[in-house]
């Protein structure tokens, strides 16, 4: 099993920056690839950003690109999104995820093929 704790969401205004972060712990070497997605209320789960523990190969959802970057700390275990600029439509729960599965390939953006989830962190954006 693997677990994940994601962290370092709070309130800030628009255009502000935020980190978030998620350790990873257990059988980390069953994982190749680690998520971030987000759901507000009312919407389905939507991908943001997804990478390698080596962060040799990164993506990121159009809506976020330029603005957000997915990095990884790998003896840490530990992925981040910095989140700058940040807008009022960015508000939601973000979710931390982990494949064992390898980030090539066209499937980072699905939720469903991820194998575990951090409990979630809000990030609201004000005006």
């Known amino acids: 099993q693997v677990q994940l704790v994601d962290s370092g969401g709070g309130l800030v205004q628009a255009g502000d920056s935020l980190r978030l972060s998620c350790a990873a712990s257990?059988?980390?070497?069953?994982?190749?690839?680690m998520g971030w997605f987000r759901q507000a209320p009312g919407k389905e789960r939507e991908f943001v950003a997804a990478?390698?523990?080596?962060?040799?190969?990164?993506y990121s959802a159009d809506s976020v690109k330029g603005r957000f970057t997915i990095s990884t700390d790998n003896a840490k275990k530990t992925v981040y999104l910095q989140m700058n600029s940040l807008k009022l439509e960015d508000t939601a729960v973000y979710y931390c995820?982990?494949?064992?599965?390898?980030?090539?390939?066209?499937?980072?953006?699905?939720?469903?093929?991820?194998?575990?989830w951090g409990q979630g962190t809000q990030v609201t954006v004000s005006s």
């Open positions: 257990g059988r980390t070497f069953s994982i190749y690839t």
């Open positions: 995820a982990a494949a064992r599965r390898s980030v090539i390939g066209n499937w980072w953006y699905r939720h469903v093929e991820y194998d575990y």
């Open positions: 990478t390698n523990w080596s962060a040799r190969d990164t």
